[in-house]
């Protein structure tokens, strides 16, 4: 059987660092009033769709407003949990 031929490899050079890199600024923490509002939102959300639930029918704001105080507490919590992604 014919023995293969063997090729020599050629050394790695690593690329060139010809780049320029600039540096990432990098974001501090988030503000705590910022924090406040987001818990805050989701908190008055949940705070609306139980008063909705227990006393709905007595609140006379609340019982005009009818499947509208679904709509109102849980936009609130969707709020405050969007707020969260920009949280650091």
Known sequence: MPKSKVRKKTVYTPPS???TTTPVKLAGPTHPVYIAVMLGMMLIGLAWLVVNYLAG???PFMATLGPWNFLIGFSLIVIGLLMTMRWR
Request: net charge neutral; no cysteine; aromatic share 0%.
């Open 17 to 19: 660092s010809d780049r």
């Open 57 to 59: 029918n007595s609140i």
